[in-house]
């Protein structure tokens, strides 16, 4: 079992910055690869980007890219999200998740390949 717990959401202006922090306990954390998605309110639940599991390689939404840097610290059983330029479309729920069989590094953008949820942490990008 893996428990989750985002942190770091809240208020910024578009063209700020947020850095979003992920801790899991529980199993093994090192070999899981990390995901992070974000929902916005009346839509479904998107991919935002993943990591492995040490940190070598990373892969973002189209959206997001050069914008949103993943990283982890397996020591502190901690993966971040920092989140610079801001936009008003990118206000959401973000949540990290967990994979612990590697179906995430083949398929990142696919929701069904991680096994543990955090219970999400609200960013708000005022314009």
């Known amino acids: 079992q893996v428990q989750l717990v985002e942190s770091g959401g809240g208020l910024v202006q578009a063209g700020g910055s947020l850095r979003l922090s992920c801790v899991a306990s529980?199993?093994?954390?090192?070999?899981?690869?990390m995901g992070w998605f974000r929902q916005a309110p009346g839509k479904e639940r998107t991919f935002v980007g993943c990591?492995?599991?040490?940190?070598?390689?990373?892969y973002y939404t189209g959206s997001v890219q050069g914008r949103f840097t993943i990283s982890r610290e397996n020591a502190k059983n901690t993966v971040y999200l920092q989140m610079n330029n801001l936009k008003p479309e990118d206000a959401a729920v973000y949540y990290c998740?967990?994979?612990?069989?590697?179906?995430?590094?083949?398929?990142?953008?696919?929701?069904?390949?991680?096994?543990?949820w955090g219970q999400g942490t609200q960013v708000t990008v005022s314009s």
């Open positions: 998740a967990a994979d612990t069989d590697g179906r995430a590094i083949v398929t990142p953008e696919s929701k069904w390949d991680y096994d543990y």
């Open positions: 529980g199993r093994t954390f090192s070999p899981n690869a």
């Open positions: 990591i492995n599991w040490n940190g070598g390689w990373t």
